[in-house]
């Protein structure tokens, strides 16, 4: 399994054909059934959350490899494949693109009745999803909407998450994977694995160089109300229409000139009025101060806590008291396999090949005629 997880892909626009749809719902519940079988519910979620297996998948269900239509259409084919049965596989599927999306909380309580979890299981689960969501979204400010989001489950209550954000301006869109096992901090580093073919700039709160904007951050809302408004006041006051501020020591007292370009949540592109002039934004500090969340993860997890909220206190916690977070894409560092070109290095050939050859066997096994299967086999190569 991998570290950390994104993957994009060029944004594709259209349809899938009735006729693809349905041949991949039919070689999709035979893999199913085939990986469940081999190896249980638990596994298959897993691997669900490893984004090269996921690719392969598709691949052998015969949906373009490096289309952004595979994780839609994939997840959609592979919930319609095992509709009905979700209880004696002992796994379940949740949520999809769009307005599906927001079904998934009413989703996970179904299923998870039907699997006879408690409801303080039930309740984790969604409460993992919805978090997923919230992290992707505000946490990790790189230039991509989230429009897709699904929830795998098995019976035994391990989870992963596969969503999916697009990027109109540059064409492109972002899978993110999760994984139970793997999330156990859901604000810190809590994806399951990595890979990407391009690089975006972006404020990224979830990484461990961002661990003290963290806490800084936190500790400017358990604090007084009227002193955040006055740090985001003094950002305004001493700002020009250059993006030009003063940072401010922790004693508040010396101030001395700074530039914000590389303060400036490039994909996000904010400026101090918005922060300090926003009614809504005033509204929401004001609440989450009253509330005074324990950590970072709380803080985030509150109504109406969304991206602007996270960049001004980030912004507040960076040039006053000088938390500096991480503005490196979280995809820059991590390749599942390496690159064929040797970057960030070469191809790790075992592990690749382990993967394809687990995916050849497996579709051996699908109770499919001789030539759907080998055609599902080469698609591999």
């Known amino acids: 399994m991998f570290k950390r997880g994104i993957a994009t892909f060029t944004l594709d626009y259209g349809k899938c054909p009735k006729w693809l749809f349905e041949r991949m719902v039919k070689l999709g519940r035979e893999m199913a059934r085939v990986i469940i079988a081999e190896y249980g519910p638990d596994e298959f979620v897993k691997r669900i959350a490893d984004p090269v297996w996921f690719q392969a998948l598709g691949t052998v269900l015969a949906f373009d490899w490096n289309a952004s239509g595979l994780t839609t259409i994939l997840t959609a084919a592979l919930k319609e494949a095992i509709r009905g049965e979700e209880r004696d596989l002992g796994v379940f599927i949740c949520g999809g693109k769009g307005?599906?999306?927001?079904?998934?909380?009413?989703?996970?309580?179904?299923?998870?009745?039907?699997?006879?979890?408690?409801?303080?299981?039930?309740?984790?689960?969604?409460?993992?999803?919805?978090?997923?969501?919230k992290v992707d979204s505000s946490l990790i400010q790189d230039g991509f909407q989230i429009y897709h989001h699904s929830f795998f489950f098995s019976r035994s209550g391990v989870w992963a998450v596969v969503q999916q954000g697009m990027n109109e301006k540059a064409v492109t869109a972002r899978r993110y994977h999760w994984f139970s096992d793997d999330a156990k901090n859901l604000v810190l580093e809590p994806h399951s694995g990595i890979i990407s073919d391009g690089q975006h700039s972006g404020l990224n709160m979830t990484a461990r160089e961002s661990e003290n904007t963290q806490k800084i951050s936190t500790e400017l809302v358990q604090g007084s109300y009227n002193t955040l408004m006055k740090d985001l006041k003094l950002l305004r006051k001493y700002s020009t229409p250059q993006s030009e501020v003063v940072s401010v020591g922790n004693n508040n007292q010396e101030l001395t000139k700074l530039s914000l370009t590389d303060l400036d949540f490039k994909t996000h592109p904010v400026s101090?009025?918005?922060?300090?002039?926003?009614?809504?934004?005033?509204?929401?500090?004001y609440e989450v101060s009253e509330i005074k969340p324990k950590n970072y993860e709380q803080l985030l997890s509150l109504k109406g806590v969304g991206p602007k909220t996270i960049r001004a206190l980030a912004l507040t916690a960076e040039v006053i008291y000088g938390a500096k977070a991480s503005y490196e894409d979280p995809?820059?560092?991590?390749?599942?396999h390496g690159g064929k070109d040797f970057v960030p290095y070469p191809v790790d050939r075992p592990t690749y090949d382990q993967t394809i050859a687990t995916m050849r066997q497996l579709a051996s096994k699908m109770k499919i005629?001789?030539?759907?299967r080998n055609k599902a086999i080469k698609r591999l190569q």
């Open 99 to 133: 307005k599906t999306s927001l079904k998934t909380p009413e989703q996970i309580n179904l299923f998870g009745a039907r699997a006879e979890l408690s409801q303080e299981k039930i309740n984790s689960l969604e409460y993992n999803s919805r978090m997923a969501a």
């Open 272 to 285: 101090i009025e918005d922060f300090t002039k926003s009614k809504y934004l005033q509204k929401i500090l």
């Open 331 to 336: 995809a820059r560092y991590s390749f599942a």
């Open 369 to 372: 005629s001789y030539s759907e």
